[in-house]
């Protein structure tokens, strides 16, 4: 039924994601663009921002996936660029190239709405469920972010900020929905001026009076907005962004224990390394996994082996928090499939 969307404009029909890939993130990035398109359900339009010296690397391994999953997404490679203050210093701050996504809604000025993920992040569920919650926002929410802790007394904001911070804990920026065209129409409150500042007019000077007393650069940037406009934050669940802080400290994430893990984002290097077995048995699963596989027999049993062998770690020890949700997801996507082969062609 293509035919019949053929006049809408693309950006319309599209679910747009970016990230921001720097250093030696090609791999991690292009298993989280897999993950994305394993699931979805809509199309998908890839914003990539990346350094010069990866973009033949990502146009080479995107050409290599299969057809019946490159007609699922178009994609854009963009150099890394920021549109005001020194590149250097917005280049440096905390990780390479970080900073870029504040300056998306300035450079992405045809996009409507926009899920930005670290290239960390994994998607165990369809972008589309995560999607609709743009649906949710009311009047003055412009961009949803999850808590940064769960717990204030053993949260880094809540322990150590110099600065301000949203809520009690503050949020993590690592999986972020935008609205966009409000965010380049709003003006913010801010500790500078007692009128508003557009969202471009206000990065330069905020950095410039927080550098100082900033550790997780362009994060505590966001914080230091949303601070000052609580109203124009959506908070969402600790499910869409579960971290090894999730588990690390004993369970304390409800919404992954009541419906599983919706996005996985594994910070502080956890799929390299074994400090977390849990988190890098999901990311090897579906970096190994041939495209036109059954998902159940490459996908699902060999995850479900691996966990065998983490049950003695932290995290390990709820299993179902990581499977829940996948599971459910393999289930609808074979069934459609299931419909899909019996020629049922109005499955809309």
Known sequence: ??????????????????????????????????????????????????EESLKPEFEKKLKEWPSSYTKKFEHNIYPITFSVGNAQE???????????????????????SLLYVDTDVLFLRPIDDIWNILQEFNSTQLAAMAPEHEIPKIGWYSRFARHPYYGTTG?????MLMNLTRIRSTQFKNSMIPSGLTWEEMLYPLYQKYKNYITWGDQDLLNIIFSFNPECLYVFPC???????????????????????????GNRGVYHDDKQPTFKALYDVIRDFPFEDNLFQSLYYPLQSKFLDTVHTLCGRIPQVFLKQIEKTMK???????????????RY
């Open 239 to 265: 499910q869409w962004n579960y971290r090894p802080d999730h588990c690390m400290y004993g369970s304390n994430c409800k919404g992954a224990e009541e419906e599983g893990v919706s996005i996985l984002h």
């Open 171 to 175: 949020v993590n920026s690592g999986v």
């Open 90 to 112: 917005w280049k440096k701050l905390f990780k390479p190239c970080a900073a870029q996504r504040l300056f998306l809604p300035v450079i992405l000025k045809d996009v409507d």
């Open 332 to 346: 609808k996507v074979y069934e459609n499939r299931v419909i899909v082969y019996l020629g049922a062609n109005h």
């Open 1 to 50: 039924g293509e035919e019949k969307h053929g006049k809408e404009p693309s950006s319309l029909q599209c679910m747009h994601l970016a990230v921001v890939a720097c250093g030696d993130r090609l791999e991690e990035t292009l298993i989280m663009l897999k993950s994305a398109v394993l699931f979805s359900n809509r199309r998908l339009c890839f914003h990539i921002f990346a």
